[in-house]
């Protein structure tokens, strides 16, 4: 089975950290993703990467960066926390086309 | 750029109920449809997918869907729904050109009532 595995399920952060979520996929997959779920605003795009070292910017990149050094690794990072970053933040991986496998999530809250 | 749109952002259906949960995309390149599934605290699970071919798809928990092109319609059904089956439920498109990302619409609520 593919197994997308998040580090944490759970993070509580203060404003102004500095903040990363590592995404480890096991599947030799191109494509890695990271969207951030809110209640009535679905999934929307962070970035995403079609292979080591490219990116891509997706909807709301916006106070976000992220890192893909290996294959099997992608780092979201939130240079300065800001309460508006609590949320849900879902990484997935997926060949070239076909389907997306997705991640247990990481709730993440900023105080 | 593609986009999808469910209709309906909650539906409660009785137990043993039919359901159909609504989706329609927009895009202007032939793309991949996905229904997914999330239940509380968990990531998301495929539930089905329409790569090409015969156009009514069928998925796991008995769940299916039909590709209607002409429509630009993927609909979820379930001939009669259970409490287990009470999640949230999203819809997603992908280009055919490959390394391009999933875009959802932004789900539906299944509420399954006893």
């Known amino acids: 089975d593919v197994k997308v595995t998040q580090s944490s399920r759970y993070l509580v952060k203060r404003t102004g950290e500095k903040v990363f979520l590592e995404c480890v996929q096991d599947?030799?997959?191109?494509?890695m993703f990271w969207y951030r779920q809110d209640p009535g605003l679905g999934l929307r795009l962070i970035y995403f990467s079609y292979d080591v070292k490219m990116k891509e910017k997706g909807d709301i990149p916006e106070g976000y960066s992220v890192s893909r050094e290996k294959k099997e690794r992608f780092s979201l990072i939130l240079e300065s926390a800001s309460t508006n970053q609590t949320s849900m933040y879902l990484c997935?991986?997926?060949?070239?086309?076909?389907?997306?496998?997705f991640g247990q999530g990481t709730r993440l809250t900023v105080v | 750029a593609q986009s999808v749109t469910q209709l309906d952002s909650q539906v409660p259906v009785f137990e043993e109920a039919p359901v159909e949960l609504r989706c329609n995309y927009s895009s202007s390149v032939s793309v991949y449809l996905f229904w997914y599934v999330q239940y509380p605290n968990q990531g998301l699970q495929l539930l089905l997918k329409y790569l090409s071919g015969s156009t009514l798809v069928k998925g796991i928990n008995g769940f299916e869907a039909e590709f209607n092109k002409s429509q630009t319609s993927f609909h979820l059904r379930k001939p009669s729904v259970h409490i287990s089956d009470t999640a949230e439920y999203f819809c997603?498109?992908?280009?055919?050109?490959?390394?391009?990302?999933?875009?959802f619409g932004k789900g539906t609520r299944l509420s399954v009532i006893a």
């Open positions: 997935a991986s997926s060949p070239r086309t076909n389907e997306a496998f």
């Open positions: 997603a498109v992908r280009r055919y050109s490959g390394n391009t990302p999933l875009v």
């Open positions: 599947m030799d997959h191109e494509n």
